[in-house]
């Protein structure tokens, strides 16, 4: 797959990475570079989903510093979670020449056109964070990020090994309520498909409603409020992420019971303010996901450039927290 891409990068490529390993411009290129500068420099257009989480914010700070740190001329774009400004974000990537794009995609669907259109035009793309869903893999190069099937997992083998402490209400049944990411992002689809399938091993837990709260605090604490209103018998919050814990925790709070304790909560991130929440004691367990990609995802985008070959996938190594572990962990969190 690299390699096919790179046959087709060539002929715009090439004379960026000769000039990088000859380290100077010459004369016989001038006018015939066609990938953005001449002077070898790599320059990256990444295209990220937006500023929704903590998690987010912790991961373009990674990206913009690991660019800046290795002299990597970085164009950065905001989609805004919306998926048709990201589209145009890596249109005008293309259009600019860079020499490879990267991008976390807010969905995993619909991005088969503006793919084509970058392997068209030989530059190479990289997947951070996010999965899509593609006809042809060889669209992309590599795809760097968690596996949120196994964060979805994690989540589900606490709560059935916490089953008993978790039915708060004593009656038998733990009803869970889920708080989804944003509708068709890798992400929420598979948390929620890890969570569902280990916890099916308990038929005494129970899924009673699941919505979207869009990975963000405002979104996680609307939701709740509702749920709360139409339902009485909560013992169990699964937040995709801990922004949206953070908001169920104002929402139950407002709503006079006591988080962690009256309602359970487990979510997914392990950002600073989601650690601090479960040190206190208003999360029970927190699921790793590591923002810090910026690092790797620089020396991909080099070893792709440099005509190397590169794993198709690259996970991310994470775990997971108690309330134990956090306090512990808490003093060294850098995001
Ligand atoms: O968990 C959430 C963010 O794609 C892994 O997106 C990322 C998720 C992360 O908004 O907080």
Redesign the pocket.
């Known amino acids: 797959m690299v390699k096919k891409t790179l046959v087709a990068a060539a002929a715009i490529t090439l004379s960026t990475f000769a000039l990088s390993s000859c380290g100077n411009g010459s004369e016989a290129d001038s006018g015939s570079d066609s990938s953005g500068n001449d002077d070898g420099t790599i320059t990256m257009g990444f295209a990220q ?2 500023a ?5 914010t912790a ?1 373009t700070k990674s990206i913009q510093e690991t660019a800046e740190a290795e002299g990597i001329e970085l164009k950065f774009n905001d989609a805004q979670g919306k998926q048709e400004n990201q589209i145009q974000a890596i249109r005008s990537y293309i259009q600019q020449k860079v020499d490879v794009i990267a991008f ?1 995609p807010v969905v995993e669907t619909g991005f088969d056109a503006v793919l084509q259109e970058a392997k068209a035009a030989g530059i190479p793309v990289i997947l951070t ?2 999965a899509v869903d593609v006809e042809d893999p060889s669209l992309y190069e590599t795809f760097l ?2 596996d ?1 099937v196994l ?1 979805g997992e994690r989540a589900g083998d606490w709560l059935v090994e916490n089953a008993k402490d978790s039915d708060v209400n004593g009656d038998g049944t733990i009803n869970v309520v889920q708080l989804e ?2 509708t068709g ?3 929420a689809i598979d ?1 929620a498909e890890g969570f569902a399938s280990k916890i099916s091993a308990d038929d005494s837990i129970e899924v009673t409603a699941s919505q979207t709260g869009e ?2 605090r405002d979104g996680g604490k609307q939701v709740m409020e509702s749920f709360l209103q139409s339902d009485d018998s909560i013992d169990v919050v699964f937040a ?5 814990g953070l908001g169920a925790i104002e929402a139950i709070e407002a709503a006079g019971l006591e988080p962690g304790k009256d309602i359970k909560i487990i979510t ?2 392990a ?1 600073k303010d989601g650690m601090t929440a479960l040190a206190d004691g208003k999360i029970n367990f927190i699921v790793e ?1 590591n ?1 810090l990609l910026g690092p790797q995802l620089m020396d991909l985008a080099k070893k792709v450039l440099d005509g190397e070959e590169v794993p198709e996938r690259v996970v991310t190594d994470e775990g997971t927290f108690t309330q134990e572990q956090a306090i512990e962990a808490l003093p060294q969190r850098q995001y």
Not at 52 to 56: D, H, L, T, V
Not at 240 to 244: E, P, Y
Request: aromatic share 10%.
């Open positions: 989903v937006g929704e989480s903590g998690w987010r991961n976390s964070d996010r990020g968690s949120f964060e990411g944003t992002a890798a992400p948390r990975f963000t995709h992420n801990d922004d949206m997914i991130d950002v996901c923002p």
